[in-house]
């Protein structure tokens, strides 16, 4: 799925939340890589540099400095960033993860270009003229991707941070100027979609099959792998703390949370700090969750599906 959150500021954002998998391991700090059609007119490409995240942050040119926004970032107020975050299901997550059916990882990348182009066609900027405000369709994005394997919790859990730069090339005025970003917010249903299309695709030509995945109150989820679908209780202790966040809520306000009110409990239920941890205890864990049936059941299902 995708979710997207505006970041003011955003000062320290890459060291506190994207050069770290979600545990802290100094063995293994996690490389951004840049994309979208914005940073390739602007010609830069390859590893994210912090000098050049904390440029993109400012509104100016990650490789050069050069101010493009018309209006810099003040410190402390406005819109600096946008962190969307596209997540895989829990039982590809495991095959890849726990299983070590590596080509999965290939899958999640190509689902996740797939989807970005389609968020990415969504951009705009603000035309004012003769006393009138819209917007203007430009298409393209400065971004910087931050790919991660695991949940606050440890959890197996493949998603990527696309950050995206408050700024957008319009070709009309040939100059770039700020992002507006309401009809890409608008898209993330239908992006989240093409997202699970795209990956599902891709697992049943990799020889999985997949199958529908719903809530207890029926709500569709996308899919799972279909013989391991267990793995979706198996790894998915921050849905169970949302869960209990969700309920503590109804049980103080006597109401349902809103879709923003939800999203704000699942920010407040993180842990502060990152869980101090290397990678290779990380999977140790999380092969230690599962029985000796579940091994037998996840191996055969990798096995058969290569």
Known sequence: MLSARVIRSGAGYAERHLRYSDYLDEENRVLGVWTGLGAERLGVRGEVTDEGFERLRLGQDPATGERLRPRL???GAGRSLYDVVMSAPKSISGA?????DERLFGAVHQAEGVAFSEFEAAAETRVR???VQENRVTGNLVCAVFRHDASRS???QLHSHYIVGNLTFDPVENRWKALQARSM???LPYVTEVYRNALAATARSLGYHVESA???RGKHLGFELSQVRW?????SQRSVERDEAIARFVAERGREPTKNEIAVLVRNSRADKLTEISKDEVRARQRAKLTQEEWGDLSRTISQAR
Do not use: C, I, S, T
Request: no cysteine; hydrophobic share 30%.
């Open 214 to 216: 719903k809530d207890a």
């Open 154 to 156: 440890l959890d197996p």
């Open 231 to 235: 793995m979706n209780e198996r790894f």
């Open 73 to 75: 970032l003040e410190e």
């Open 96 to 100: 890849a993860l726990v299983g070590g």
């Open 185 to 187: 917010y608008e898209r």
């Open 129 to 131: 003229r003769g006393g």
